[in-house]
């Protein structure tokens, strides 16, 4: 049975930072890439981050190019995202979900985690 | 705003039939990109209900159904269940962006 469970978040200040974490498990986690998809309050899902399989290639939404950076342990099927320079627009429950389909462009998610809250306030 | 377009909210009697559209343009499906679509329960896991325009994982009841149209897909919803009252999500891939992409989604409310 696939499982993705995340951890790491909670409340942190305007321009903190976090480290998210997703351990995966029930699958082969080095043949597959991994994404972070997250919910602000009241809005809808928002695609925030992808990485390919062997960590080699990674993709950002304009909204967090720059402060935030995906990363993964194939060794411990673990996925991370350091989330920098958190802003109150960040705020949001993050998910991580386990990619399928070819090519690149027609990914989609077909496993979920619970998610985790990231509150960035004062 | 949403690069993928759907409608806030669409509601029906049990046993009624409900469609949701996802209208998009010449970057995303247009662009050949495939849409899939997601039911998502407030604060649970969202769940895939179709993947590649009309596929269904296993376990997906076949009363969800996926269908495109030119820059448009649309899925489907036959004999509306109390269980189906969720939100509703369309997402494909947007060259423009060069990023993955979500409709604002849909609610559905069993009435």
């Known amino acids: 049975e696939v499982q993705l469970v995340e951890s790491g978040g909670g409340l942190v200040q305007p321009g903190g930072s976090l480290r998210l974490s997703c351990a995966a498990s029930?699958?082969?986690?080095?043949?597959?890439?991994m994404t972070w998809v997250r919910q602000a309050p009241g809005k809808g899902l928002e695609w925030v981050s992808t990485i390919h399989n062997g960590g080699g290639g990674s993709f950002y939404a304009d909204s967090v190019k720059g402060r935030f950076t995906i990363s993964r342990d194939n060794s411990k099927n673990m996925l991370y995202l350091q989330t920098d320079s958190l802003r109150a627009e960040d705020t949001a429950v993050y998910y991580c979900a386990k990619n399928y389909g070819m090519p690149t462009s027609n990914y989609y998610f077909d496993y979920w985690g619970q998610g985790t809250l990231v509150t960035v306030s004062s | 705003q949403s690069v993928l377009t759907q409608p806030p909210s669409v509601s029906g009697a049990p046993g009624q039939n409900v469609t949701i559209s996802c209208t998009g343009n010449s970057s995303n499906i247009g662009a050949g990109s495939a849409v899939h679509w997601y039911q998502h329960l407030p604060g649970t896991a969202p769940k895939l209900l179709i993947f590649g325009y009309t596929n269904r994982p296993s376990g997906v009841p076949d009363r969800f159904s996926g269908s495109k149209s030119g820059t448009s897909a649309s899925l489907a919803i036959t004999g509306l269940q109390a269980e189906d009252e969720a939100d509703y999500y369309c997402q494909s891939y947007d060259s423009g962006l060069s990023g993955w992409v979500f409709g604002g989604g849909t609610k559905v409310t069993v009435l």
């Open positions: 029930g699958f082969t986690f080095s043949s597959y890439a």
